[in-house]
């Protein structure tokens, strides 16, 4: 089972799905299509959270603490694994990243990007950790994702 929720950054949580970047809504102008990207939060199976962050833009304070309340609430209390996206977020701001590092359900983050660039924002996002939260830098999806297996039976 995949639970996805989009958080815009107002922090609610929209009650349409997202328009695509790009993807004309019906009856407006490709010009009018709204192309406001959102954080997308989702329960994997195996008790995972994935956090995809958008692409091309920096993430501020608000929206990355709606997408922490959407975190906290899909772990029901419990501490589980975070697969935190980043692939081709252009910055995260003073305050996002202190949300982020400041996380009270993650077991265990796993930051997933593709570049230098991607690497170098993840290690910024640790850097402030308070907590001793496991966490590490991946370029696959997939072995991130393995890595963060054993961390799933934390309470």
């Known amino acids: 089972m995949t639970v996805e929720v989009p958080v815009a950054t107002d922090g609610k949580i929209p009650t349409e799905a997202p328009p695509v970047a790009g993807t004309p809504i019906a009856g407006t102008p490709a010009a009018e299509t709204p192309a406001e990207p959102v954080i997308g939060v989702r329960l994997l199976e195996g008790g995972i959270i994935e956090v995809a962050l958008p692409p091309n833009r920096e993430i501020e304070g608000p929206e990355a603490r709606a997408a922490g309340e959407m975190v906290r609430m899909l772990a029901g209390g419990e501490r589980v694994p975070v697969l935190l996206v980043i692939s081709g977020v252009v910055g995260v701001s003073v305050e996002a990243r202190q949300v982020y590092s400041g996380s009270i ?41 393995e890595w963060l297996r054993p961390y799933t039976s934390e309470k």
């Open 105 to 145: 359900a993650a077991s265990a983050f796993a930051l997933v990007g593709e570049s230098p660039v991607d690497r170098v924002i993840a290690h910024y996002l640790l850097r402030s950790r308070t907590e001793t939260i496991p966490a590490n830098f991946f370029l696959s999806r997939t072995v991130a994702l």
